[in-house]
């Protein structure tokens, strides 16, 4: 698990770094502005779908699926599967690409609203160019998400974590290459976005190939295989994503708001994704194959046990990270994103929504890391029961705090969705272990009140050093950005020394988190 998850993490990190590489080019070259908002709407939109759909509930029914023909059934039948479940896949995708192309004026009035309400309507008009060339964005994307549950059910876990990273190295590419080529600079991010997919497709053909698994697709709905996954994936639609709804409509939302509030709430909850996909991303994707075999076999100690180490993991280090990304927001942002374009009031209200996301990060992890514990199960039912609870409390928390604190015209209105999005990852969270305890599906092992206690003190030792290291705003916008860099990574570097100094001299060891005693 720690070998595997260590493998995820790592190209993950890298995915993550160039990443944040290509978050730090759109700020400097396209800041907060209406076309990079037109933009984050077109993109969000069939990256929505992708992890709704593909990497969210589709591999979530797939992988458990594809285990279990893996254990009971020999290669034969597992090829046969997988031909049939592309060419069924691939057929949905496409008709879904073609209708998304097609109606992208009517998606765009759903999903920006506010953008309607403006005089000039060109804003509208360029995100509705901008999503058609997105769009089929999904059909290569939710291809890849198939054949990365292949190659994760088999155990090669570098190979999809790795694709990531082209998405962002043909982004990148595309500012300097493409952009400058365009009458509206903005259409090179969204071609970028369509190479990026065809890429990402084509580079893991061939490790299907070396499986043995490389054969022409089949249209069959009715093939026993399919169907399965079928039902398995429709309600876990709802239950996979209810992060990801919540984090649409809240792009709903802001594009009522002021100008810039998309942007904001972008590059904040970019920063919020690199521990997410560190840590949780990592450890949901190593252990659903696993906690599949172990259902299979009937191993109920090792399934809670792999839970417990799991959990233990976001305990250590989710929490540190929430506090870290808490008390050095306006430094990180600061450093990554500001310049001539991206301004101090931009950089204000970027790191106002990262301190509102950074409370809810052990809760978006743990929701990452225990919806395995369903799926595994072939459970995609409870999820979706939690799910619809967890999204109720979203919007019920967005109308208690965006209305009021919009309508008193009040800076920063944006930052109540990023509020109500992590209370509601908190509440998803605690219902799902609340269940999975109740059931007795997982038991805790002996030790958590230790853990606890250690994790308190060692977070109170490290809050004390971000404390005394903390600059105000205007200092960190007088330094270069290489003294930024430096005191930024000092900051940082000194943090992460004491907290795990301290876990150390409390008597954490290699063993609290590799194994369960």
């Known amino acids: ?40 709407i077109a993109f969000k939109i069939p990256n929505f779908m992708r992890r709704l759909f593909a990497e969210g509930a589709f591999n979530q029914a797939f992988v458990p699926t594809l285990g279990e023909y893996k254990e009971k059934q020999d290669k034969a039948a597992v090829k046969d599967l997988i031909q049939h479940v592309s060419g069924t896949l691939g057929g949905w995708l496409f008709m879904i690409t073609l209708i998304g192309v097609i109606a992208a004026p009517i998606i765009i009035m759903i999903f920006a609203p506010g953008y309607l309400d403006q005089k000039d309507q060109s804003q509208y008009e360029l995100t509705v ?27 090669r876990f570098a190979v999809p974590a790795f694709t990531p990273v082209l998405l962002n190295v043909v982004l990148i590419a595309s500012v300097y ?58 309600p876990a639609i709802f239950g996979a994503s209810v992060a990801q709804i919540n984090l649409l409509l809240d792009t709903i939302i802001a594009s009522l708001l002021v100008t810039g509030s998309i942007s904001w709430l972008y590059y904040s909850d970019r920063l919020m994704e690199f521990p997410l996909g560190l840590l949780g991303v990592a450890l949901a994707t190593v252990i659903l194959p696993s906690l599949s075999k172990q259902h299979i076999s009937e191993s109920k100690e090792q399934f809670s046990a792999t839970l417990d180490k799991a959990i233990r993991w976001v305990i250590y280090l989710g929490i540190p990270s929430g506090i870290g990304l808490f008390m050095l927001s306006e430094a990180i942002i600061t450093t990554l994103f500001g310049s001539d374009q991206f301004l101090k009031h931009d ?42 609870i967890a999204l109720t409390i979203n919007m019920v928390f967005n109308i208690i705090i965006v209305i009021p604190w919009f309508l008193m015209d009040y800076p920063g ?3 109540g969705l990023a509020i109500a999005t992590s209370i509601s990852a908190f509440s998803n969270a605690f219902l799902l272990y609340h269940w999975l305890r109740k059931h007795g599906v997982y038991s805790p092992t002996k030790g958590w009140t230790k853990v606890w206690l250690q994790v308190i003190l060692a977070n109170s030792a490290m809050l004390v050093v971000l404390w005394l290291m903390h600059y105000e705003l205007d200092q960190w916008l007088s330094w270069s950005i290489s003294e930024q860099i430096v005191q930024l990574l000092t900051t940082i570097i000194c943090a992460i020394t004491v907290y ?18």
């Open 1 to 40: 698990m720690f070998k595997s998850t260590l493998i995820v993490g790592i190209m993950t990190l890298l995915s993550r770094v160039l990443g944040f590489a290509r978050d730090v080019i759109f700020a400097r070259e396209f800041a907060a502005s209406a076309g990079m908002d037109a933009f984050l």
């Open 347 to 388: 950089i204000e209200m970027s790191s106002m929504s990262l301190m509102a996301y950074s409370f809810g990060l052990v809760g978006f992890i743990l929701v990452k890391v225990l919806l395995p514990g369903f799926y595994s199960r072939q459970d995609t039912k409870t999820p979706v029961k939690i799910g619809i």
């Open 413 to 415: 209105a944006h930052a």
């Open 129 to 155: 160019d901008l999503l058609r060339i997105t769009f089929p964005y999904i059909l290569f994307i939710s291809l890849v998400a198939f054949a990365g549950g292949i190659l994760n059910t088999y155990g």
């Open 177 to 234: 290459w493409i952009v400058p080529l365009m009458e509206q600079p903005i259409m090179g991010l969204a071609i970028g976005v369509f190479l990026a997919g065809v890429l990402q497709l084509f580079f893991q053909l061939p490790f299907i190939a070396h499986l043995g698994f490389f054969a022409r697709p089949r249209w069959n709905p009715q093939h026993a295989g399919v169907k399965k996954i079928l039902k398995l994936m429709l």
């Open 500 to 517: 795990f100094a301290c876990l150390f001299l409390l008597g954490v060891r290699k063993h609290n988190f590799f194994c369960v005693k």
